[in-house]
Nanobody
């Protein structure tokens, strides 16, 4: 079965850093794009970043470009999201995601809270 486990969230002051991790199992990890999404209270779910399985190409939402870095370790079946210069607007529950054979799979989410 496909499983995604997000971890690494916490409370940090503005300007600080956190590293989120997504541990994956149940599928051929390096065949698929893995993404991070977030949902803040009262807002729609937003795509944050993703990394391809084939060539390691990345995508970032404009709001996080230059501050967040996504990477993957295919040997360890993990995807990381290095978050730097965090802003209060980054406060949200962060979810990792994969679509496999047309089915969406989500991690349980990890809460990031950025205080002023």
């Amino acid at each position: 079965e496909v499983q995604l486990q997000a971890s690494g969230g916490g409370l940090v002051q503005a300007g600080g850093s956190l590293r989120l991790s997504c541990a994956a199992s149940g599928f051929t990890f390096d065949d698929y794009v893995i993404g991070w999404f977030r949902r803040a209270p009262g807002k729609e779910r937003e795509g944050v970043a993703c990394v391809s399985g084939s060539d390691g190409s990345t995508y970032y939402a404009d709001s996080v470009k230059g501050r967040f870095t996504i990477s993957r370790d295919n040997d360890k079946n993990t995807v990381n999201l290095e978050m730097e210069d965090l802003k209060p607007e980054d406060t949200a529950v962060y979810y990792c995601h994969v679509q496999r054979y047309g089915i969406d799979y989500w991690g349980q989410g990890t809460l990031v809270t950025v205080s002023s």
